[in-house]
C-alpha cells in the first residue's frame, strides 16, 4: 500500500501492538473467511478493523489497500462480517475478499474510528506544510486570471505549469515566475494573476501552506511532504493518551508505553523528540518574481503573442 489513510491505520495498530495477520480462504463484499486461523469463539473480533493488505494475485488490484470494521464473527463458518466504515450500511469492500488474500486484524482496544482520529489529529498539530494542488485551475484561452481555492489564499508558494498533456507520469512542470494575487473580500476565493496567457487546458500546480486535508476514505493520500514514519509515531502516543484518558488506572501498561514513546533517551531526547529532527517538514520558499539584471528575461516559450 502507498502513503493512504489505510497503510497509516495498519502502520498504527502494529506500532500500538493490536495487529494479528492471515490469508484469507474465500469472502465476499461484506465478509472475509479464513478456515485456517479464524479459531476464536463466536464475537471474538467483533468491533475489530480489518485491513486487506495483498490482493491473491498480487497484482495491487481490490480489495488490496481497503480497510472496513468487524460487524460480527461466527465461529463455526469462520467468517468475519464486514461493515462500512464511512456510510455504516453497504458493501465494507470495492471487490470481493477472496482466497488468498492476505489481511490484518487489529482488536477493538483502538477502535478503527480511533486510528483514524488519531492519524488527522496527528497531521493537524503538525502545523502549516506545503499542500499541492493540481485540479483547481487549468488554462483557459485569453486569460491571465483564475480564481484560487480558498485555502491558498493565505500562504500561496509555488506556481507551476503542465508543459506535456496526455501522460500523468510525465507533466513536465517548469515553474511560473511573476505572478501575483488580487485579494477579494474575505471568505471568498482570491485572484491568481499570470504573467502571460498560456496553451489552454494545460494544469496548474499550485503549493501553498495550510494544516492537512483532513483523510476519510481509506485512499486518501498523505501529503508527499510528511514521513509516514512520523504521522505513525506521532498518532501511537495520541492513541496511548487517549487509552489512559478512558480507561484511567485500569491499563498499568500504559504509562510504561507513553515512557517508551516519550521519556528522554540517551542526549536527553524521546524518540518523539527524534523522530521529528529526522523528519521534518520541509517548506518552500515563496516565488513571485523573477528578475535578471543588464538582459532580456526570454518569454515562456508557450507564449502565443497578440494578433496586430
Same mark, same amino acid.
Given at each position: 500500500?502507498?502513503?493512504?489513510?489505510?497503510?497509516? $491505520?495498519?502502520?498504527?495498530?502494529?506500532?500500538? !501492538?493490536?495487529?494479528?495477520?492471515?490469508?484469507? $480462504?474465500? !469472502?465476499?463484499?461484506?465478509?472475509?473467511?479464513?478456515?485456517?486461523?479464524?479459531?476464536?469463539?463466536?464475537?471474538?473480533?467483533?468491533?475489530?478493523?480489518?485491513?486487506?493488505?495483498?490482493? +491473491?494475485?498480487?497484482?495491487?488490484?481490490?480489495?488490496?489497500?481497503?480497510?472496513?470494521?468487524?460487524?460480527?464473527?461466527?465461529? +463455526?463458518?469462520?467468517?468475519?462480517?464486514?461493515?462500512?466504515?464511512?456510510?455504516?450500511?453497504?458493501?465494507?469492500?470495492?471487490?470481493?475478499?477472496?482466497?488468498?488474500?492476505?489481511?490484518?486484524? /487489529?482488536?477493538?482496544?483502538?477502535?478503527?474510528?480511533?486510528?483514524?482520529?488519531?492519524?488527522?489529529?496527528?497531521?493537524?498539530?503538525?502545523?502549516?506544510?506545503?499542500?499541492?494542488?493540481?485540479?483547481?485551475? =487549468? $488554462?483557459?484561452?485569453?486569460?491571465?486570471?483564475?480564481?484560487?481555492?480558498?485555502?491558498?489564499?493565505?500562504?500561496?508558494?509555488?506556481?507551476?505549469?503542465?508543459?506535456?498533456?496526455? =501522460?500523468?507520469?510525465?507533466?513536465?512542470?517548469?515553474?511560473?515566475?511573476?505572478?501575483?494575487?488580487?485579494? +477579494?473580500?474575505?471568505?471568498?476565493?482570491?485572484?491568481?494573476?499570470?504573467?502571460?496567457?498560456?496553451?489552454?487546458?494545460?494544469?496548474?500546480?499550485?503549493?501553498?501552506?495550510?494544516? *492537512?486535508?483532513?483523510?476519510?476514505? *481509506? !485512499?486518501?493520500?498523505?501529503?508527499?511532504?510528511?514521513?509516514?514514519?512520523?504521522?505513525?509515531?506521532?498518532?501511537?502516543?495520541?492513541?496511548?493518551?487517549?487509552?489512559?484518558?478512558?480507561? /484511567?488506572?485500569?491499563?498499568?501498561?500504559?504509562?510504561?508505553?507513553?515512557?517508551?514513546?516519550?521519556?528522554?533517551?540517551? !542526549?536527553?531526547? +524521546?524518540?518523539?523528540?527524534?523522530?521529528?529532527?529526522?523528519?521534518?517538514?520541509?517548506?518552500?520558499?515563496?516565488?513571485?518574481?523573477?528578475?535578471?539584471?543588464?538582459?532580456?528575461?526570454?518569454?515562456?516559450?508557450?507564449? $502565443?503573442?497578440?494578433?496586430?
Amino acid at each position: 500500500m502507498a502513503n493512504t489513510l489505510a497503510e497509516a $491505520t495498519y502502520r498504527l495498530a502494529r506500532e500500538l !501492538g493490536i495487529v494479528t495477520e492471515g490469508i484469507a $480462504t474465500g !469472502g465476499s463484499v461484506t465478509t472475509l473467511i479464513d478456515t485456517n486461523d479464524l479459531t476464536q469463539v463466536d464475537d471474538y473480533w467483533n468491533g475489530a478493523s480489518l485491513w486487506v493488505l495483498r490482493d +491473491s494475485a498480487e497484482a495491487a488490484a481490490a480489495p488490496e489497500g481497503e480497510f472496513a470494521i468487524v460487524s460480527d464473527f461466527v465461529a +463455526s463458518t469462520d467468517t468475519l462480517s464486514l461493515r462500512n466504515v464511512a456510510a455504516g450500511t453497504g458493501d465494507a469492500l470495492t471487490a470481493a475478499a477472496a482466497a488468498g488474500d492476505r489481511y490484518a486484524l /487489529g482488536k477493538k482496544r483502538y477502535p478503527l474510528h480511533t486510528l483514524i482520529s488519531k492519524v488527522n489529529q496527528a497531521l493537524i498539530e503538525m502545523g502549516t506544510m506545503p499542500i499541492t494542488d493540481t485540479t483547481t485551475i =487549468d $488554462t483557459a484561452s485569453a486569460q491571465t486570471e483564475y480564481s484560487l481555492p480558498i485555502a491558498a489564499n493565505m500562504d500561496l508558494r509555488e506556481v507551476w505549469l503542465q508543459t506535456i498533456t496526455g =501522460d500523468a507520469n510525465d507533466n513536465r512542470w517548469q515553474p511560473i515566475h511573476n505572478w501575483t494575487i488580487q485579494k +477579494s473580500a474575505t471568505g471568498t476565493a482570491d485572484l491568481l494573476m499570470l504573467p502571460m496567457q498560456y496553451p489552454t487546458t494545460r494544469d496548474v500546480k499550485l503549493v501553498y501552506m495550510d494544516t *492537512h486535508p483532513a483523510l476519510d476514505d *481509506h !485512499g486518501d493520500k498523505i501529503s508527499e511532504h510528511v514521513h509516514l514514519s512520523r504521522v505513525v509515531m506521532e498518532a501511537t502516543v495520541l492513541c496511548l493518551l487517549w487509552r489512559k484518558q478512558k480507561v /484511567g488506572a485500569g491499563d498499568p501498561t500504559l504509562n510504561e508505553q507513553l515512557n517508551f514513546y516519550l521519556g528522554p533517551e540517551v !542526549g536527553g531526547l +524521546s524518540k518523539v523528540d527524534k523522530v521529528r529532527i529526522r523528519y521534518p517538514i520541509r517548506t518552500p520558499m515563496a516565488h513571485r518574481r523573477f528578475l535578471v539584471v543588464g538582459q532580456r528575461v526570454a518569454e515562456d516559450e508557450f507564449y $502565443t503573442p497578440p494578433a496586430p
